[in-house]
């Protein structure tokens, strides 16, 4: 599934490409793909005509964009006002990827995918929003938007900071984390306590770290908690300077291209290589249906 750094760059794609146009006509191709609108796509297709998409917006793994009042609504309410007036949004189109989701920027007229789900076309008459998704785990809706620190769609209200938001409280993640009576990669990949992390990401945190997945949360000082949190800002960081990391076809930028992080994993997917750090022997353990990659060497297990 994509992670943060993948989502990011599909993020920064949208604010490039469609960020400030205004949809057309939106088309719901396979009805799966807007299963959480719950009233349906011709409901879904009617709130997005004649919206502009204002911005890009990410926290962890979901993607959503604020939505412009429609101009048919805002002169009918008078609320166009004076000159440079802009009213605040009240819904976002959310988008999550899930396991295969792709959101593509396609020239007009260009064939249509195998997957293809969802398709937004522009009043400009220039690129279009494709949502392909092969395994058909993601999904759009379109939401309101509430006000928690700064705005989200309501139906990911409970979903944490992520550690590059400014909202991100790096005490109240070590307070929260150390209270907890769980191990430590079951507590990163926690979305409520921390968002955007997932199995690729945490295990490449926990090898720079020094920390062995099970070990106990309660466990961690103030120090090893500072550097836990270092290390997954660091992680990050650096995939998202790469593009991502893309193991397949399926992730991809909303230009079709792949990430390139995967060449730098430490031990995410490494079996019995050669740590990087110690020279021995990269370890796979099952979790959570899973697997865990960890050095045995520089990550020992301690604690219970």
């Known amino acids: 599934m994509p992670e943060?750094?993948?989502?990011?760059?599909?993020?920064?794609?949208?604010?490039?490409?469609?960020?400030?146009?205004?949809?057309?006509?939106?088309e719901?191709?396979?009805?799966?793909?807007?299963?959480?609108?719950?009233?349906?796509?011709?409901?879904?297709?009617?709130?997005?005509?004649?919206?502009?998409?204002?911005?890009?917006?990410?926290?962890?793994?979901y993607l959503w964009m604020p939505l412009g009042e429609a101009v048919s609504d805002a002169e009918a309410a008078g609320a166009a006002g004076e000159a440079g007036d802009v009213k605040e949004a009240s819904e976002a189109l959310l988008a999550h990827l899930g396991m295969s989701g792709q959101l593509l920027v396609v020239e007009r007229g260009s064939p249509v995918e195998k997957h293809l789900r969802v398709?937004?076309?522009?009043?400009?008459?220039?690129p279009e929003l494709r949502f392909v998704d092969q395994r058909t785990f993601g999904h759009l809706l379109v939401a309101p938007l509430v006000t928690l620190g700064r705005s989200v769609p309501e139906p990911i209200a409970h979903i944490a900071a992520d550690p590059l938001e400014e909202a991100f409280d790096d005490e109240v993640f070590a307070l929260r984390l150390t209270?907890?009576?769980?191990?430590?990669?079951?507590?990163?990949?926690?979305?409520?306590?921390?968002?955007?992390?997932?199995?690729?990401?945490a295990d490449e945190a926990l090898w720079r770290a020094g920390?062995?997945?099970?070990t106990p949360t309660r466990t961690l000082s103030t120090r090893r908690t500072g550097e836990l949190l270092a290390a997954v800002r660091e992680v990050l960081g650096e995939a998202l300077g790469q593009g991502g990391t893309s193991f397949d076809s399926l992730y991809v930028n909303v230009n079709g291209e792949s990430g390139y992080f995967g060449r730098s994993l430490n031990v995410y997917g490494r079996e019995g290589e050669p740590c990087a750090r110690c020279g021995g022997p990269v370890l796979r353990e099952a979790f959570m249906n899973r697997s865990s990659y960890s050095c045995p060497s520089c990550q020992p297990r301690v604690g219970s």
């Open 179 to 201: 209270a907890r009576q769980t191990e430590v990669k079951r507590a990163l990949l926690d979305q409520s306590l921390i968002s955007g992390v997932g199995n690729i990401y």
């Open 119 to 126: 398709r937004l076309a522009f009043d400009d008459g220039g």
């Open 4 to 26: 943060l750094p993948e989502v990011e760059v599909v993020r920064r794609g949208l604010s490039r490409w469609v960020a400030g146009r205004t949809v057309a006509e939106a």
């Open 211 to 214: 920390l062995h997945g099970g």
């Open 28 to 61: 719901v191709v396979h009805p799966r793909a807007i299963r959480r609108h719950v009233p349906g796509a011709a409901e879904f297709t009617g709130r997005l005509a004649g919206r502009t998409l204002l911005s890009a917006e990410r926290r962890g793994k």
